[in-house]
């Protein structure tokens, strides 16, 4: 069974702190991709990467960065994490190229700041 | 930006019936797809369509493309009480391996 797994379900962080978020797939994807979903917004698309090493920003970079030094291992950094990041964060991949192809999603990770 | 947005922005129906949502979006696309989301958890996809095509089936599940009207919609047939969730339509207008954008998404409830 095909999996994206997010190393944590629920996150509780003081304002101020540096926070990872993890994310591991198992189906050898080349694309690999970070979300947060906020009521009223749906889901906005933070950062992707397309290889190892390789990261473009997505809609709303801004406060976030990433790093994918495995294949199967995307991290979302949060460098000094604030309150208006508290937010549902969800990992998906895809196979290269991604068109046509479904995206598997991770099961979030609802952070919260405080 | 929003590429997709779905309508009604949520949809309470009885048990058995038939729950019909739309979905509007603004670019050119090469497909739209649709995605289940149950409360607190991650998406989980359902049906893709590309954009040569116009209607396709997966279970009760029954999506139309319009690309003349830039639209789409899902129809879920005899709908149950696991059905209850919100649902996605997703586009690939930022290109395949650049992710997805989401509309807001439909809240179902199916009343039992």
């Known amino acids: 069974d095909v999996k994206v797994t997010q190393s944590s379900r629920y996150l509780v962080k003081r304002t101020g702190e540096k926070v990872f978020l993890e994310c591991v797939q198992d189906m050898d994807h080349e694309n690999m991709f970070w979300y947060r979903q906020d009521p009223g917004l749906g889901l906005r698309l933070i950062y992707f990467?397309?290889?190892?090493?390789?990261?473009e920003k997505g809609d709303i970079p801004e406060g976030y960065s990433v790093s994918r030094e495995k294949k199967e291992r995307f991290s979302l950094i949060l460098e000094s994490a604030s309150t208006n990041q508290t937010s549902m964060y969800l990992c998906?991949?895809?196979?290269?190229?991604?068109?046509?192809?479904?995206?598997?999603f991770g099961q979030g990770t609802r952070l919260t700041v405080v | 930006s929003q590429q997709g947005e779905e309508d009604p922005q949520a949809l309470s129906i009885q048990e058995g019936e038939n729950a019909t949502m739309n979905c509007s979006y603004k670019?050119?696309?090469?497909?739209l797809q649709w995605y289940r989301q149950n409360s607190g958890r991650g998406l989980v996809h359902l049906i893709l369509i590309r954009s040569n095509e116009r209607e396709k089936h997966s279970g009760r599940l029954r999506v139309t493309l319009d690309t003349s009207k830039k639209s789409s919609s899902l129809l879920i047939t005899a709908s149950r009480a696991a059905d209850t969730a919100s649902y996605f339509c997703?586009?690939?207008?930022?290109?395949?391996?650049?992710?997805?954008?989401f509309g807001k998404g439909t809240h179902l409830i199916i009343q039992p």
């Open positions: 670019t050119s696309i090469n497909n």
């Open positions: 990467s397309y290889d190892v090493k390789m990261k």
């Open positions: 998906a991949s895809t196979p290269w190229p991604g068109r046509n192809t479904e995206a598997f």
């Open positions: 997703a586009t690939d207008a930022r290109g395949g391996a650049d992710g997805l954008t």
